[in-house]
C-alpha cells in the first residue's frame, strides 16, 4: 500500500466520521428514538470517538465533544490532503 492510498483512506475515513457526528448531534436536536436502528449505527460508530473526548473535557451544561472531534476530524483530513499533494 501506497502512501497516497493510506493517506486517501485516511481523509476519506475523516469525513465519513465527520458526517456521522454531524447526523448524531441533529438526531440529539430532533429528539430521535434512541431505539431506532439508524440511531443505533450511528451511536455506535461515534460513541468511540467521543466518549474519550467527553473525559478531559470539563463538565458542562451543553456537550461540545461534537464541536471538539469535528474539529481534530478536519485537522487529520487536511493533513492526508497535504500528503496528497
Given at each position: 500500500m501506497t502512501?497516497?492510498?493510506l493517506a486517501l483512506f485516511v481523509q476519506i475515513l475523516a469525513y465519513?466520521?465527520?458526517i456521522a457526528i454531524f447526523i448524531r448531534v441533529i438526531f440529539?436536536?430532533?429528539a430521535?428514538?434512541?431505539g431506532n436502528p439508524l440511531y443505533t449505527v450511528?451511536?455506535?460508530i461515534t460513541e468511540p470517538i467521543l466518549a474519550p473526548?467527553?473525559?478531559f473535557m470539563p463538565r458542562?451544561?451543553?456537550d461540545l465533544s461534537p464541536?471538539?472531534?469535528s474539529m481534530l476530524l478536519i485537522f487529520i483530513a487536511r493533513a492526508a490532503a497535504t500528503a496528497l499533494a
Amino acid at each position: 500500500m501506497t502512501i497516497e492510498a493510506l493517506a486517501l483512506f485516511v481523509q476519506i475515513l475523516a469525513y465519513i466520521l465527520l458526517i456521522a457526528i454531524f447526523i448524531r448531534v441533529i438526531f440529539s436536536w430532533i429528539a430521535f428514538d434512541p431505539g431506532n436502528p439508524l440511531y443505533t449505527v450511528i451511536h455506535e460508530i461515534t460513541e468511540p470517538i467521543l466518549a474519550p473526548i467527553r473525559q478531559f473535557m470539563p463538565r458542562m451544561g451543553l456537550d461540545l465533544s461534537p464541536l471538539v472531534a469535528s474539529m481534530l476530524l478536519i485537522f487529520i483530513a487536511r493533513a492526508a490532503a497535504t500528503a496528497l499533494a
